[in-house]
């Protein structure tokens, strides 16, 4: 089957936004479910940790059926910037990730942070024998520089000419449907899942606008991704308000509701991958901000700055704007505003060189090079003067030209006396994405006119779910699997609240290749 860009994006979101609720209660089973297919290893989502699951499952002997709700694979793997970490050292991995759960506070599991460590040491030739001719290349390091074992972290990519993300999906669809010929059905969302006596028996899904039911003769492997578009679960679980998509438009939390109908635990259900973003007319996800020119600072709802905006990495922006005014009863870094002069808004588009995002890779939106674009449709506020621009975005005035006075005094005098922002990179110093830092970070703002572009969460990843074992079973309250169930991927990730980018992906290779080689594992139910 083919697609153009115009019409996947026409049938994916209408299949996103139109298909039933799954997972709303789980079907028992009974002799008189008559099933419509059957396989050995049924998997639940056509992502990153989905086609890794059934690459491992076919290759030890068994009969895999993907189910796919969207009108083609990828999920966030797809739209995301295609990176995965590998380490240079196992142990120094250990201790770095170790290091992110223990100063946020995040929940850790010891056995799965080791053994995604000894894991992603063969992650390399793993992908490049999925297919003939694969090289990859280095793109960036650590993001939290300041942890022990930091030095150890390189992030890599498949080198070729389509974007990062694409590029991996690709990887794995040639290994997935031509090399292995696995059965992939499109447009069939799972609904329900069919249980017998507590363990997992099957799926109820829909095919053709008529429920069908799959039965799976050794487990099923939920694969669905998070529920950054399920407004119900960011209420429930996102401190903070207008949190807008950055990703797929699947991610709906179909597989976090029907884990919980099979009594499973969930954790880190309050953490996150998210950075700010723009809301862009006609679109239906956000623009992640990556703005490169130096001159520009953020402030909040009262003009006052709050962050020091280029020690943020991208990740963990959420946690710098939902903080939460119960005084004055708002969120008042929700917006928060990008102030920028004309010498920052001629020196580039504000996304920069940001290639995650479904907007970018799926909607096929292209920044004007200078911003006018988006001046136009209203993304960008310009004015005469700060005091014009503080009126048009509702901030106090007088409090907006302090702001900038203080920055600018600030810069001049060679240090920021407030957040600690950097003036210059080291230029032989390792970032996060090599060539997307600049390296001049901070400069006064100039003459005018000046622009503010309101900010908002714009959610990549959410990391909370069912948690799983060391298997990739997916585990009970009292730590017991739930027999014939597996997760892998974003899906009940092991990532906490501070994470390192680019470990989506390799924890979706680790684990998704687990999972799929326990469930082939399992003895057929009769």
Not at 12 to 18: I, K, P
Not at 385 to 397: F, H, T
Request: hydrophobic share 35%.
């Amino acid at each position: 089957m083919t697609f153009n860009r115009r019409s996947f994006l026409k049938a994916g979101l209408a299949a996103a936004v139109t298909a039933p609720v799954a997972g709303v209660h789980a079907v028992e089973y009974s002799s008189k479910i008559k099933f419509d297919k059957t396989a050995d290893v049924v998997i639940l989502g056509y992502g990153g940790a989905g086609a890794c699951a059934a690459i491992e499952a076919h290759d030890a002997g068994a009969k895999v059926l993907i189910l796919e709700k969207l009108p083609q694979g990828g999920g966030n793997t797809a739209v995301s910037s295609g990176g995965f970490m590998v380490p240079k050292n196992a142990d120094e991995a250990y201790k770095y990730l170790s290091a992110t759960f223990e100063f946020a506070d995040s929940e850790k599991d010891d056995e799965l942070v080791k053994t995604f460590c000894k894991e992603i040491m063969g992650v390399k030739d793993f992908i490049i024998g999925l297919k003939p001719d694969t090289k990859l290349m280095i793109y960036g390091h650590a993001g939290f520089k300041s942890l022990p074992g930091s030095d150890t972290i390189d992030k890599y990519r498949i080198r070729g000419k389509k974007r990062g993300g694409d590029m991996l999906f690709d990887q794995y669809r040639y290994a997935v449907e031509e090399v292995r010929k696995i059965d992939v059905m499109y447009e069939t969302p799972a609904l329900e899942i069919i249980r017998r006596n507590g363990e997992v028996v099957g799926v109820v899904a829909q095919s053709n606008g008529k429920r069908i039911n799959i039965r799976a003769n050794r487990a099923v492997i939920l694969t669905t991704g998070g529920y950054e578009y399920d407004k119900q679960s960011l209420r429930t679980y996102a401190l903070g308000k207008d949190i807008q998509g950055l990703g797929s438009p699947g991610n709906t939390g179909d597989g976090l509701r029907m884990a919980q109908t099979m009594g499973a635990r969930l954790w880190h259900m309050t953490s996150y991958s998210c950075p700010v973003g723009m809301k862009v007319p006609g679109l239906k996800s956000a623009v992640q901000l990556n703005i490169l020119a130096p001159s520009h600072i953020w402030v909040d709802q009262d003009g006052k700055r709050f962050v020091n905006e280029k020690g943020l990495d991208n990740h963990t922006c959420l946690y710098a704007v939902n903080q939460m005014d119960p005084i004055r009863h708002r969120y008042p870094r929700i917006p928060c505003y990008l102030i920028m002069d004309e010498k920052a808004r001629k020196a580039g588009p504000i996304c920069g060189g940001a290639t995650s995002g479904y907007a970018l890779n799926r909607e096929n939106y292209k920044w004007s090079k200078d911003n006018s674009a988006e001046i136009e449709s209203g993304v960008l506020i310009k004015a005469d003067s700060l005091k014009e621009l503080a009126k048009k975005i509702n901030v106090p005035g007088e409090t907006l030209e302090a702001t900038v006075a203080r920055w600018n005094k600030d810069i001049n005098n060679g240090k920021d006396t407030e957040f600690g922002r950097i003036l210059k990179r080291d230029p032989k110093g390792k970032t996060a994405f090599a060539g997307r830092e600049a390296p001049i970070v901070s400069e006064p703002l100039g003459a005018g006119p000046y622009y503010a572009v309101a900010l908002y969460p714009t959610m990549l990843n959410t990391q909370g779910g069912p948690k799983k074992n060391v298997r990739g079973q997916v585990m009970d309250p009292q730590d017991k699997p739930i027999a014939r169930l597996y997760a892998a991927g974003e899906l009940g990730s092991m990532w906490g609240s501070i994470y390192q980018g680019a470990t989506n992906n390799a924890e979706c290779i680790v684990f998704g290749r687990i999972a799929g080689r326990a469930a082939a594992a399992e003895k057929p139910w009769a």
